[in-house]
C-alpha cells in the first residue's frame, strides 16, 4: 500500500518561499510509469495542478506557476519537495502530494497540509 504524506511550515510570509516535502511509503519513486506531483485547493475553489517529478526525474509545471516553481527529488529517503517563491495570500491553500499513472489520473494521495500566506 502506497502512503503519501506531507510536510512542512503552515504559515508563510508573502514573498517568501513555501518549502513543503513529501515522504512516500511502500513504493518508490523511481518506479517506472509514476508521477510524483503537487495539486492544490484554495479556499471556495476548485483543485488545481502545480507540476510533477516523473520517476526519470522529468518535470512538469502548471504554466501559470512555471516561473516559481520547482519540484526536486531525494531518491535516498524517497522524498520530493516542492518550492514555490514569492508567495502572495493567493497562495493560501491546502496542498496535496500524489502519484500520478498515465492518462492523468492519480491513484495515490496524502492527507494535505493547510498553508497560510499571511504577514
Known amino acids: 500500500q502506497v502512503q503519501l504524506q506531507e510536510s512542512g511550515p503552515g504559515l508563510v510570509k508573502p514573498s517568501q518561499t513555501l518549502s513543503l516535502t513529501c515522504t512516500v511509503s511502500?513504493?518508490?519513486?523511481?518506479?517506472?510509469?509514476?508521477?510524483w506531483g503537487w495539486i492544490r485547493q484554495p479556499p471556495g475553489k476548485g483543485l488545481e495542478y502545480i507540476g510533477f517529478?516523473?520517476?526519470?526525474?522529468?518535470?512538469n509545471y502548471s504554466p501559470s506557476l512555471k516561473s516559481r516553481t520547482s519540484i526536486s527529488r531525494d531518491t535516498s529517503k524517497n522524498q520530493f519537495t516542492l518550492q514555490l517563491t514569492s508567495v502572495t495570500p493567493e497562495d493560501t491553500a491546502v496542498y496535496y502530494c500524489v502519484r500520478g499513472v498515465d492518462g492523468g489520473l492519480y491513484d495515490y494521495w496524502g492527507q494535505g497540509t493547510q498553508v497560510t500566506v499571511s504577514s
Open positions: 517529478a516523473a520517476y526519470s526525474g522529468n518535470t
Open positions: 511502500g513504493g518508490s519513486i523511481t518506479t517506472n510509469g509514476y508521477y
